[in-house]
């Protein structure tokens, strides 16, 4: 398939034509191309959403209010219960949903933290990694193989989490080691071993605030460099590095930037501490995003949508100048796509035609105003337009 | 004009039909009338936007980044260079384009301080008084004669703001008579002078933070009940409940009471302490909400979509309960209908027939989704349909 898209604004740059050919970005336009108007958009290249939970959301099952008590514990044991409640709750069905949300709000990548546990074994991986494949033609899928419930409180779940690699996870997670499992050096030992004996990435959830989870980050960085793991282990959340002195910061800051360690934050709601992006960034931090959880048992508030993420993250750091802004945007396409080892990344020539056209004069109010996509492309082939797929629906 | 909306939910409630006749929703639906179908769409009472600064928006001037330092009066500084070097600044003509910008956001009610001074007189005042009027079949506004450069601190903004009142404005602003004037005697003895002696609402912004805020809140509650002005006084922003000790909260919370002052907050960007929502509420003080300046020289964040601002409310608030959600929903339709006055509001029998129409399954989803409106009605005429204006734009 050959396209010309025609009138659009590169990053907000100069207005241009952008050939596609073959699933690929071309410098030369070649003849007999379907052409589009773009209309004066910018493009971006596709929308990188690197930390979610698609596994279980509730989207497509009718509102259903948030009913869990304050608290991780008792969030953990509410989703446990309802989801062993609704009896044909199927991860393959609910993770396609979410995806066809992304794919109609240009989302082109995405990772997703997968549940893995003695309670519910391997059955959300295998459904998430049914959908990732079937998936394929509209959105590129890592799977964290994920220990929702705790790792050395609840034997079983190191196997588990070595089987879920085993058999195709991208990347290994993690859950508060001191928080939930009072056993840092347990949990992360298990882990780091499960990533040096499969070569997968490591995306730790780090929820854990102020002293706790800065000693945390110290022994993740530890175990990074003691197992030559530089470059290829991510945190998410990581509260404390909103929530510790100054001085702690730049001491863990150096850690990160030792190891190359990348950090994600969605940018939380409420009074959560979360991680300083212009201070991280400007230290050269690596730094990405994503929605978290999608409508389920979490809570309500999230979208799916990367741009009004970008937005949420702008908002939580009081961001008002257009480079403050751009950060964000970069969190959530070129930051995520480099956590996601996305080849041929970006809207130069030669890359895959992986993109998204929004109606908007800069990238910063593209992120302020997050429109209805104009149009979406994934590896040459428009899926979405106006903010609704252009294929058939995944779920 | 008669017109029977079939199949809409109202607050979320049973399916039902809403009949609507010379500009009133009516009780039994009228023959010939004209048939809309709601498509089971919650209807909700028009949106209220009670806490703007529509006057000087630079909306549709182009993006502007954002240029200013740090702080309120670097902030009024940047932006009074930058209003004076656009020569052909309109306010009627950008506070219309702000007026279009919130009816096809299901807007119909907006209380908009409007910037008066020493430097601009009363130009603004009387732009925005020309596009009250001129909007009159779409949007129901009040205007507050808002003292933006100071009071005590530019002499002959206290008579400006007389005047102002004298033509017209529906109530007199503030602004941080200690952060900016040092003088909270002065200013507040003048501005309630002029609401006793005009007999109009009172409505001041407090920034200022902690003791210095919470000292102010205190004389404005003397005041008001000096004056007898209980029920009349509003505090927008009160970043000082936010950030006062537990027990001067408790007391200030009293003194609300007391005067049945309301309080206003849009929910502030970055780590700008707010009023807790959910507490002020439980007591019983009166809460609204706004867009605040949207699209001006402080910044570019606020969209004047106010379900969308019920969302970032929710978000900042860490809201996830539906009884919560729907505490911010409230802010943006009764509370400040309420504090605006507005007579006939609601969805009942014999109210006006301002509502909006939302796809969302409850009243929890609207906010959160704040999809593009489905439908906009002002006294019974369909004003908007599907994000965009039906009607001439003002603007």
Known sequence: ??????????????????????????????????????????????????????????????????????????????????????????????????????????TTHCRTHVDIGPDIGLAHFHGVAETRDAVRDRMDMQIVAFPQTGVMTRPGTLELLDRACAEGADAIGGLDPIGIDQDPKGQLDGLFAIADRHGVEVDIHLHDRGEVGAVTLDMIHERTKALGLKGRVAVSHAFCL??????????????????????MTHGPSGDTPFPPVRRLHDAGVRLFTGSDGIRDSWGPLNSGDMLQRAFIVAYRNGFRRDEDIALTLDMATTGGAQVMGAAGYGLDPDCTADLVLVDAETPAEAVVEHPPRRLVMKRGRVVAENGRLTIEPAG
Request: net charge neutral; no cysteine.
């Open 242 to 263: 909103g929530s510790v002195p100054d001085d702690r910061l730049a001491g863990l800051i150096g850690k990160l930037l030792d190891q190359d360690i990348a950090i």
């Open 1 to 106: 398939m050959t396209i010309i898209l025609k009138n659009i604004s590169p990053w907000g740059r100069a207005v241009t034509d952008l050939a596609v050919s073959d699933g690929r970005i071309v410098s030369e336009a070649p003849a007999g191309a379907q052409v589009i108007d773009g209309g004066g958009a910018i493009a971006l290249p596709g929308l990188v959403d690197a930390h979610g939970h698609i596994d279980k959301t509730l989207l497509g099952m009718g509102w259903r209010p948030f009913t869990a008590a304050a608290g991780v514990q008792s969030m953990i044991a509410n989703e446990r219960r309802l989801l062993s409640e609704i009896a044909d709750f199927s991860p393959a069905r609910q993770s396609a949903r979410v995806v066809d949300r992304m794919v109609a709000r240009g």
